[in-house]
Structure formats: C-alpha cells, structure tokens
C-alpha cells in the first residue's frame, strides 16, 4: 500500500489542496516587522533623547518574543521603566502596551508605504498550481494576514484564508495545535489527507504532522532542515521554486497553456468574487 511508503515530494502531485502559510512562506513578513520597529523606537528613543535603536538591538530584545515583552525588554536596556498599561491603551498611550499597539500602527503604516515583496520562487509554485487546478488557502496566526496578502499583490489568489483574527473569533487553537489547518481544509471542503501544509516554522510543521495531513512541506528559510523534519515534515526544500517540478510531470512544464492536458485535477478553482 502506498500509504506503508515514505512520503516525499512526489505526492504534491496527487494532493488536492495547498494550504500555506504566510510568513516565511510566501512572503518575507519578518523584514516589514523590523523595520516597523525599527521605526518605533527610532522615533521614541529621538524623542526621549536615548542612544538610537539598532538591529543589534532588535535581535538581542526584540526578535522572537511576544510584542509587549519586546517593548518591556527594550526599553529596559535603555534604562526606562514604563507601567504596563492595558492591551486597550491606545497607540499615543506611554505604557508599553500601549507602546506595543503603536507597533501594530507603524507596521501597518510601513505595509502601506513600502509594500512587501513575495518570494518570487514562492509565487511561481502558487500560479502554477493553481493553475492547474489545486485549490488553495492561508492559515496564519497572524492578525495582519489580509494586509500582508494585499500589499504583497496576492489577496486575489486566495477565496479561504484562515488568521488569527478568524482563530480568535471561532475560538480555534493556533498552532502547533492542528485545528486552523484543519479549518482551512474544511473550508475547502476537504479532509486534512486531501491537503499539503506548506510551512517555514516548527511549531506550523508540528500542526500540520498532527493533523495527519497529506503531506508536510516544509521551507528552509533558516529555521534549519532538521529542525524542520523533527518537528514532522516529509520534506524540505530551501525555496518553492523547487517543488514546482513535482506539482507533477505535466505541471512541471514552463508553457502557460494549462487548460487541456491536465485530465488528472478534479478540483478547480473557484472564480474569483
Ligand atoms: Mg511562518
């Protein structure tokens, strides 16, 4: 039985669905990040006369935490202390949550701005499916998934997209738990071993290990390759560019004339609203 066979990248080919994540994935979010806090505390520290913010500083108190704690730990290695405020302290309010709002302001502020530019490999192994007829979804933790696919040019490639705000409003638990895959395969009207999770974190590789997922791809964007295939991922590749060739012998092709040969896809696309 195929299914007493290791899974690897050749089964992109009989899957129905991809389901992707965002950041990392098709879009490099971690650079609009920096400089949105880049922005943040360059403005304060000027502002409150301290030594200028650095990328030294944010991979050393920034990079990987949780937003407040990021503004409580840089702040603190400037020497200043702000109350905690609240999670609703707006973004002029001096606490460091209110501090930490103002981030989520300034990211937006840069998105809209300075935009961000998908992983070109990444693109070409999204039309490319779906142009032959594999469905496709976002599951994001993040809040800011639809202004990152809007910025990026890519909202219009996606019907279902699964992010923390939706997590949040259903009461889905995030990953590593496997249930905003298993929404999003859902919501494509398929089971979780119809579905590939494309995914460039451990913990977004466990979800889609303990989903029992058709098969999880993961995407060495520095994370290591073998962190990645301990976390549970069949198979890892360093860019997408890489996998378009086993989208299938056919798929692999560089003609853009999809529309008769592909007899193998039985799930096409929906139109676009
Ligand atoms: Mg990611």
């Known amino acids: 039985m195929a299914t007493s066979l290791p899974r690897d990248v050749s089964r992109l080919g009989e899957l129905s669905a991809l389901l992707f994540d965002l950041d990392g994935v098709l879009t490099p979010t971690a650079e609009v990040h920096m400089r949105a806090w880049s922005r943040l505390f360059n403005d304060w520290f000027a502002a409150h006369d301290l030594a200028p913010y650095t990328d030294d500083d944010y991979f050393e108190y920034v990079d990987g935490r949780p937003r407040y704690d990021g503004v409580r730990a840089m702040l603190a290695a400037r020497g200043v202390v702000l109350p905690e405020g609240a999670d609703d302290d707006g973004p002029d309010v001096e606490t460091v949550r209110g501090l930490g709002n103002r981030k989520n302001s300034v990211f937006a502020a840069e998105l809209a701005e300075n935009g961000v530019q998908p992983y070109p490999g990444s693109v070409e192994f999204l039309d490319r499916a779906i142009a032959l007829g594999v469905q496709v979804a976002v599951v994001s933790s993040s809040r800011n998934a639809v202004p990152v696919l809007e910025a990026a040019g890519l909202r219009d490639r996606f019907d279902v997209v699964v992010d ?46 303990a989903g029992s997922f058709g098969l999880v791809l993961g995407v060495d964007r520095g994370t290591g390759r073998d962190a990645l295939l301990r976390s549970g991922a069949d198979v890892v590749v360093d860019d997408l560019q890489e996998a378009v060739v086993a989208l299938g012998p056919a798929r692999a092709s560089s003609t853009t004339d999809t529309t008769s040969t592909d007899t193998t896809s039985t799930h096409t696309a929906e139109a676009q609203p």
């Open 164 to 209: 923390g705000a939706v997590a949040a409003a259903e009461g889905i638990a995030g990953k590593p738990a496997p249930d905003t895959y298993l929404e999003g395969a859902r919501r494509l009207g398929l089971t979780a071993a119809d579905c590939v999770v494309v995914e460039d974190a451990t913990s977004g590789v466990e979800a889609g290990r």
